[in-house]
């Protein structure tokens, strides 16, 4: 089934929705922009691949903005997956940064507690994700004072409260400009802009993570079913996406 052909379906508000989405943008770029002529940005998205990312780094492209992007390529990702890293990278006008996992960590974790790890304990799950994501996500973010991501408040009860601007983290602002998006809405920008997407949403994964990690989803199950899917729905966060002062940061790595 065709991603586009299942969920394109603009909400009434899509207009005012993609305005907001654009002035977010724009703004963020004025407000995090070189301290230097010459120097990188203060700001990046972190663009995991999935549709709302290829989204917003159409929107970072299409709209000539001074903000970087980077991906996490965690070692561990879909065939899929890394074939789109590879035409988003000849693609973009802003240079794709790759950040990998320092690589004697990543063997030696294996090495030690086997490749399947990730499945014995949540413990064992979130240091698999604290190497492979966290880690590598701290190189990204250093020396940023903003940055970037997909984030929507339809996508998990854990997210229902996104805002467009969070700032709880004194060390660096959280933008997310999709927040008020549904899916339905994701869908529509990418078939109007003709947006190269991951092909595994056509096989009903809606969120992409890691390959052990992810399956497809039935129709009915939660958006985010197919991520950690033998863990209680509570721990289903990696850390890249918690709060200093919620629940979740003592449960997330």
């Given at each position: 089934?065709?991603?586009?052909?299942?969920?394109?379906?603009?909400?009434?508000?899509?207009?005012?929705?993609?305005?907001?989405?654009?002035?977010?943008l724009e703004q963020a770029a004025r407000d995090y922009?070189?301290?230097?002529?010459?120097?990188?940005?203060?700001?990046?998205?972190?663009?995991?691949l999935g549709a709302e990312d290829v989204a917003l780094?159409?929107?970072?492209n299409s709209l000539q903005l001074n903000i970087g992007?980077?991906?996490?390529?965690?070692?561990?990702?879909?065939?899929?997956?890394?074939?789109?890293?590879?035409?988003?990278?000849?693609?973009?006008?802003?240079?794709?940064?790759?950040?990998?996992?320092?690589?004697?960590?990543?063997?030696?974790?294996?090495?030690?507690?086997?490749?399947?790890?990730?499945?014995?304990?949540?413990?064992?799950?979130?240091?698999?994700?604290?190497?492979?994501?966290?880690?590598?996500?701290?190189?990204?973010?250093?020396?940023?004072?903003?940055?970037?991501?997909?984030?929507?408040?339809?996508?998990?009860?854990?997210?229902?409260?996104?805002?467009?601007?969070?700032?709880?983290?004194?060390?660096?602002?959280?933008?997310?400009?999709?927040?008020?998006?549904?899916?339905?809405?994701?869908?529509?920008?990418?078939?109007?802009?003709?947006?190269?997407?991951?092909?595994?949403?056509?096989?009903?994964?809606?969120?992409?993570?890691?390959?052990?990690?992810?399956?497809?989803?039935?129709?009915?199950?939660?958006?985010?079913?197919?991520?950690?899917?033998?863990?209680?729905?509570?721990?289903?966060?990696?850390?890249?996406?918690?709060?200093?002062?919620?629940?979740?940061?003592?449960?997330?790595?």
């Amino acid at each position: 089934m065709n991603a586009i052909k299942l969920n394109a379906r603009a909400s009434g508000t899509f207009d005012a929705k993609l305005a907001e989405t654009v002035a977010v943008l724009e703004q963020a770029a004025r407000d995090y922009a070189p301290s230097t002529a010459g120097s990188a940005p203060r700001i990046s998205l972190a663009c995991s691949l999935g549709a709302e990312d290829v989204a917003l780094a159409h929107l970072v492209n299409s709209l000539q903005l001074n903000i970087g992007i980077f991906v996490l390529e965690t070692g561990m990702l879909n065939p899929e997956t890394l074939a789109l890293l590879e035409r988003l990278k000849a693609s973009s006008r802003t240079p794709i940064q790759v950040y990998t996992p320092r690589t004697e960590d990543a063997e030696q974790f294996v090495a030690r507690e086997g490749k399947d790890a990730m499945y014995k304990s949540i413990a064992l799950r979130k240091a698999c994700c604290h190497i492979r994501k966290m880690e590598p996500l701290e190189r990204a973010l250093a020396g940023k004072d903003a940055w970037i991501t997909g984030l929507r408040r339809e996508q998990s009860g854990a997210r229902a409260d996104v805002p467009l601007i969070d700032s709880t983290n004194p060390a660096r602002v959280k933008i997310n400009p999709l927040a008020n998006w549904t899916w339905g809405d994701v869908w529509h920008f990418i078939a109007i802009n003709k947006i190269d997407y991951n092909p595994l949403h056509d096989q009903f994964f809606p969120s992409i993570g890691c390959a052990p990690c992810t399956r497809a989803i039935s129709m009915g199950e939660d958006f985010r079913a197919g991520r950690w899917w033998w863990e209680d729905e509570a721990a289903k966060e990696c850390g890249l996406h918690v709060t200093p002062s919620s629940t979740l940061e003592k449960t997330s790595a």
